[in-house]
């Protein structure tokens, strides 16, 4: 998923001072006060793309399966167990039976049962995200089910062709277009998750506002202020609700980083990103110091080049520019938050993802030979290249990040390039356009553990939506037959051949550096760490203090 | 003896008594304290932006980030957080420490005196320059055209002023960022603000787009001072007068009516610049204003706002560069209006 930088800092807590007896006679406390970052732009799952909807959407409706926050292997959640053909092709999942949708008032605070979560609503729920009347941008993750692509598309307008079918009321049936490995992941995601037909066909858009909303996860959605605050409280209804320690989460949505960070020392907070700047204080501070933790993220911050843009149509400027980024000094003097040097797209924790090889020839910080490829490609020092931009969204922590690369650029190389900015909203309009920037900067989140959701989801040239414009048939090949194939081992050795093509023999792309959160959380919280989706508040804790 | 004689020493002895009206309030000027000492800093300002390269120990693009924020060892000890040197790198290396590139905040100050000051200058001049003429067309010729030209204002008025900046910025910035084909629009305005940059010694600023944005919003409040000035001086005895020998219009707006309200609206002018110059900071500060790593004002105190709890030392200076100009150009403005505005004449 597309993802601002600000979002890393996720989650800012703050304890309510209202605190009860939980089991064993530990004092809990009863409610916590989170920081969502940002208004969601959604909160229908089947519409989210970005981090601040999937948080909401992670606490408020359950998927057949979800990550585990240690291993990131695949566990049951809706679902009790599945299978999977043996041709990879058909996977039947067999689903838990004491769920139930919930429908809260918010002015009587009366919750009512809406009926069991059935294989139809989930039935229901994929064929929505793919109806292309529902305009889900994440449509093309299920583009992998039998005929979803065709659907989405237009080319098929009946929905009973698409592969999902409900055998009863708690078996669902998937029919894959080419087996996937990874598909247990993907049938967990919010664009795959049930959803309540009912409240939908009545109240049309605003189906996922408070009193008119059903829900089934472990907290109903209490009030949503727009732009100001949002507020959720434990569903008792929930089928694990006597391990749900925290009673109502209250959400604000505090944008500014160093803002919320303030809130955080002064004792309103209790869990909170840290700002860059901050950081140094922080870890002398003997207090701070101790709250401080880097929690691995699923992410990669990257450059693409536009490859059909010149001077970026040619793979040797491509090659100088990729090599005059001193990753390491960017990370350790600018950054300072423990983050890595990206070598590749994937970020290591992925499947398939070549990060931790030391074998992988990664594109060295060389400024001697990106001079010499910069002159063999007919511009020695940088003369005679045409205007270059570098466009980036709005945002403090990008510019420095430009500033810095945009400095090493003209010293190493003797290049001049514009620095332009804009909206988020627009700045995606402009990337995802046919006029994509000469370069451009993006994250990119796993949406599942796996490669395929990196290189072939985002560079394919047709089935990805590779917004370099780049078309490489090698890579399209490798990348499609380690979908298609089943062996770990084959696929590892494919997306290697895949991953050295895009980032080191084309250098198509220049990954800059893996993510982390670095997360400031109070000694009475009792946390897990989500590296990917959204944060399980179900399972923290939070103390008498 | 012959006509030509006396005319000339009539001509002489008009330009004298014209020389004596501007020395006069120049005197008048000078005498007042606050605005000497403003006019002073304004002066001082202008030659550091002329100067820039030369009073700047460090180009403000460069720095390396192993000296990332530095705090200046004599400023340390005023700083109100205590343990500040248990994190920070506290030396002398640079005069006002450096930010989180490195980079010199002294040096980014001088250059950034190289945005404000044209900024408000310009946007000073266009204002001048559009609200003038049209106030001067509307207020001349009156009826039908006054109304409509003036109801045109009116429309204008009723946008806030700072939501049409943003909103012209955005487009801007959507429009003008990238690379255009030769032949457009957008690329000749490219062209020109390429021009504009170089001029300014900026790489890659945007200034044109920038002045732009201001002086289409600017020039309002002007046209209806203007129009105000001249719908009370057109019936007067020597605007009839100009009229019997038979002066045309043009000739009567520009030699009659222009050199008398003149004064007063340089000296609103003059109280706008401030103005001005905030509304770049406050773009730079959102992001809209110049683009990076031309150091603007309000680029650096946005960046500073960040680390304010951490390294205040990076919003500190820039603030207050900023503050000082805006103090200088108000005590110039009050005292040039004291001075020039021949209804505040005697009332000192």
Redesign the interface.
Known sequence: MNKKFVLVSLLVVVAMLVSACGGGGEKLAKSINLNLGTEPPTLDPGLATDTTSVQCDELLFLGLTDFDDKTLETIPELATKWEVSPDGLTWTFYMRKDVVWVHYDPATKKVTEKGPVTAYDIEYGVKRTLDPVTASDYAYVDYIIKNGQKFNTGEITDANEVGVKALDAYTIQFTLEKPAGYFAGIAGMWVNRPVPREPIEKFGDKWTEPGNIWTNGPYMLETWEHENKMVMVKNPKFFNAKNVSIETINWAMVV???TA??MY?NGELDVCGV????L??V???PVLSKELYTAPYLCTYYYGFNNTKPPFDNKLVRQAFSMTIDRK??VE??LKGGQKPAKTFACPGIFGSPAEDPNFPEIPFDPAKAKQLLAEAGYPDGKGL????L?YN???GH??I???I??GW?EHLGV?V??????WA?YLK?VHGP?T??IYRLGWCADYPDENNWVLEVFHPTLGSNDIKWNNAEFARLTEEAAAASDPAKRKELYFQAEKILVHDEAAIAPIYYYVRVVCTKPYVERTYAPLGGEHIDKWKVKAH | MTVQERAASRLTAREQRETNLWADAFRRLIRNRAALVGGLIVLGLILTAIFAPQIAPMHYAEGDSYNALTVPSWLAPFLPIKNIQSYAKINNNFLLGSDELGRDIFSRIVYGTRVSLPVGFMGALTALIIGLAYGCISGYYGGKVDNIMMRIVDIMYAFPTMLLIILLMAFFKSTFAQVQEPGTIAYTFNQINKVVDRFLGLQGGGMLFIFMGIGLTAWMGMARLARGQILSLKEKEFIEAAHTVGAGDLRIIVRHILPNILGPCIVAETLAIPGYINYEVFLSFIGLGVDAPTPSWGSMISEGSRSIRSYPHMILFPALALSITMFAFNFLGDGLRDALDPRMRGTS
Do not use: C, G, W, Y
Not at chain 1, 275 to 278: E, F, Q, T, V
Not at chain 1, 386 to 389: D, H, L, M, N
């Open positions: 500014e980083e160093s960070f303030a020392e700002p860059s700047a901050d140094d204080r870890r002398a501070d000094k960017l003097t600018v045409p205007e270059i931009t466009m709005t945002s403090e510019k420095r430009a500033e810095f945009q400095q003209k001049e514009k620095l332009a900015n804009q909206e627009v402009t006029d920037p000469q």
